[in-house]
């Protein structure tokens, strides 16, 4: 079984995990930009962060024959005090046209405050000024379907995205819906306690299997979570009685589809 991980906080794992995850198939992981669990005191701490995901971490993921790529941006957690958030987003761009970056994310909004929505406004421009793909994190529970539709509506005010370059990640079985009907890709996240089990995902995947617009994560990162949830979750659906041919589709030739959008090169 080959597939790809295309969410995962690789720095916050170890080499053990990378390990693990070749030997369970993996071929490529993706790493979007995140909180590092603490607030960073400097725009220079992002910029180290930043070389870190796009210098350093392929360098790890290679170890094991694995194919790392990042998302860049500053997240909703960090984006409180727009003026500092302002001059992270002024390091962007030249991060953005490196050989292995998709584009920006993860962006959007956490607390669904006023704050976030503008620095996330400004990301999506920033995307569109350079041609790049977007991926969204929509809230925690409490906070995920009014998240969610702010997004959405948010996304509408621009009329030249395309939404078939927008992965909006972290749906459930309450958001899923709206998020395929308006066009976009949709990302179900396999968590361990919060966010979906591999039953739960399943379950969503019978319901809406059709499309060729959704894919599966871990979004490990140093909490709770686990690296090894997508080769689960492919246990689940041999279960249930998924052929070959659609896992593969699921958890491989989708998550390639998306990301081939972004023009990165990947010698398989
Ligand atoms: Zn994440």
Redesign the pocket.
Known sequence: MRYIEP?A?MVSRTMDDYQALAMAGCRAVCE?A?WAGFDRSSVAGFYDYFCQLTEYEPKRAAKYHIAHFSWICINPKEAEDPAFAREVIQLIPQFLHKENVLGVG?IGLNKNSKNEAAIFQEQVQLALDHDQLILI?TPHLEDKLKGTKLTIDMLRQFPQLDPGRVMIDHVEEHTIQQVLDAGFWAGITLYPESKCTPPRAVDMLERFGDTNRLWMNS?C?WGVSDPLALPKAILELRKRGFDEAAIDRFVYQNPLKFIQQSGVIWEW
């Open positions: 969410h906080h979007p995140f993860e994190h979004a990162d």
